[in-house]
């Protein structure tokens, strides 16, 4: 204890008086939000371009490779849509907005008439069985939005994705979330889904639809880790682990999905962390490697790939902490695992509680809902952070703009995780 607090007086010594940079993060946030990397996804290689761009950040700030240079590749699976038009009785809908498409969904074009599934329908077995042979290379229209029964909507779900009537496509209308995601396994239907926003439900029934919807599966697609480092005052062969997917969803046709929140503002905290400690006489005691993750929106691909393929031996690793939607914060932030890495859970809040960085510090249970997951379950203690509040809502959709993002917490989060590195 003596000591944690010698190194935290020697700190609060030799560091800068002005650690974060919130200008320089935004600029991050601005840049990998933008048109250039297509969403970061794998439309236009947006995702290419995104590690180009970090690996470039990494070399100019100064940190080293761990091996012959800043990357670790790996290849999955993913499904791009090149086009995304859809028309309901001549009204062109705009993608990301009006509508978006299940990420598993197929390429179609044409015109089609339409047929249309409600709860008075499917809670009768008679009607329901005669209307099922009309239903073949037609449109269906689900409208689940009319029940919240759990029974009715699993039901809805599970046609949308087998599709047990033949039907050319199918679109779900649903007053509930609206966000798109990737694909998250390979299999990759025979006909189209797509879930319209209510604000697009048709006045009355639809009478035609009209679809241009091409995808373009790639069974293996090329992606990078992108891992700097940087050596420790004292152990040079130990490790603070600081991590930041910076992957997102793309593109659905002309709709772009900037992920300003989620999660360019993990990677923009991730890199002004990397810069500033560069820039310090006096370095934290354990060596800090940096890692800008690949395909976490594909099913923590990135993670995983890094974790069972380690560039260092992970039980070297001396704490890992994983930055996913830091851009918030009017409530303070939430750490996952906080119940299970009790000592270090309650070294954030007595630093909280001494400094007033943020408006709380809350602990939650393990859950592998982010990259420190898969290194969890290897064993490497990790924290996966993220900042709360009502502040900002937007989250995969066309509007998680990076100039939207509040960074309501920005500062005071940095300075809580500066500090919390230093007490190692």
């Known amino acids: 204890?003596?000591?944690?607090?010698?190194?935290?007086?020697?700190?609060?010594?030799?560091?800068?008086?002005?650690?974060?940079?919130?200008?320089?993060?935004?600029?991050?946030?601005?840049?990998?939000?933008?048109?250039?990397?297509?969403?970061?996804?794998y439309v236009n290689g947006g995702i290419d371009s995104a590690a180009t761009y970090i690996e470039n950040e990494f070399s100019r700030l100064g940190l080293k490779p761990i091996g012959e240079n800043?990357?670790?590749?790996?290849?999955?699976?993913?499904?791009?849509?090149?086009?995304?038009?859809?028309s309901i009785d001549g009204k062109k809908l705009k993608p990301g907005v009006d509508f978006i498409l299940n990420a598993h969904s197929s390429s179609i074009s044409g015109d089609f008439e339409t047929i249309?599934?409600?709860?008075?329908?499917?809670?009768?077995?008679?009607?329901?069985?005669?209307?099922?042979?009309?239903?073949?290379?037609?449109?269906?229209?689900?409208?689940?939005?009319?029940?919240k029964d759990k029974e009715a909507l699993q039901w809805y779900d599970a046609v949308a994705h087998s599709n047990p009537f033949g039907a050319a496509g199918i679109i779900v209308l649903d007053s509930g979330n609206f966000s798109y995601s990737v694909a998250l396994y390979d299999n990759i239907f025979k006909h189209f889904t797509a879930q319209l926003a209510p604000d697009a439900f048709p006045a009355t029934p639809a009478?035609?639809?009209?679809?241009?919807?091409?995808?373009?599966?790639?069974?293996?697609?090329?992606v990078k880790n992108v891992v700097a480092y940087l050596q420790g005052q004292e152990y040079a062969d130990s490790f603070i682990v600081i991590t930041a997917h910076y992957d997102h969803i793309g593109m659905l046709g002309e709709a772009l999905f900037p992920g300003g929140n989620d999660n360019a503002s993990g990677v923009a905290m991730m890199l002004d962390l990397a810069r500033h400690l560069k820039t310090q006489n006096f370095r934290p005691r354990?060596?800090?490697?940096?890692?800008?993750?690949?395909?976490?929106?594909?099913?923590?691909?990135?993670?995983?790939?890094?974790?069972?393929?380690?560039?260092?031996?992970?039980?070297?690793?001396?704490f890992l902490l994983n930055l996913d939607m830091v851009g918030?914060?009017?409530?303070?932030?939430?750490?996952?695992?906080?119940?299970?890495?009790?000592?270090?859970?309650?070294?954030?809040?007595?630093?909280?509680?001494?400094?007033?960085?943020?408006?709380?510090?809350?602990?939650?249970?393990?859950?592998?809902?982010?990259?420190?997951?898969?290194?969890?379950?290897?064993?490497?203690?990790?924290?996966?952070?993220?900042?709360?509040?009502?502040?900002?809502?937007?989250?995969?959709?066309?509007?998680?703009?990076?100039?939207?993002?509040?960074?309501?917490?920005y500062n005071g989060l940095f300075r809580l995780i500066e500090t919390f590195i230093y007490s190692f």
């Open 1 to 41: 204890m003596k000591k944690f607090f010698f190194f935290l007086l020697l700190y609060s010594l030799f560091s800068n008086a002005i650690a974060q940079d919130s200008v320089y993060a935004r600029n991050v946030m601005m840049k990998l939000g933008s048109a250039e990397f297509s969403g970061r996804g």
């Open 328 to 409: 918030t914060g009017s409530s303070g932030i939430t750490v996952v695992n906080g119940t299970k890495f009790k000592n270090e859970f309650q070294k954030l809040v007595t630093l909280n509680d001494e400094n007033k960085f943020i408006n709380g510090v809350k602990e939650r249970g393990e859950s592998c809902n982010s990259d420190h997951c898969p290194f969890y379950q290897k064993g490497v203690p990790s924290f996966f952070i993220y900042t709360t509040g009502k502040d900002y809502q937007e989250y995969h959709n066309v509007n998680d703009k990076p100039e939207a993002v509040p960074m309501t917490a």
């Open 116 to 147: 249309i599934i409600d709860e008075k329908i499917r809670s009768s077995k008679k009607k329901l069985n005669k209307l099922a042979p009309k239903v073949k290379g037609k449109i269906l229209f689900l409208n689940r939005y009319e029940t």
């Open 70 to 86: 800043f990357s670790q590749t790996f290849e999955i699976p993913v499904n791009n849509f090149t086009a995304a038009e859809l």
């Open 207 to 222: 009478k035609s639809v009209s679809c241009n919807i091409s995808n373009d599966f790639i069974p293996k697609y090329p």
């Open 286 to 318: 354990y060596s800090i490697i940096f890692i800008a993750l690949a395909s976490e929106e594909a099913g923590l691909y990135g993670s995983t790939w890094f974790a069972e393929h380690p560039m260092m031996n992970l039980k070297q690793v001396r």
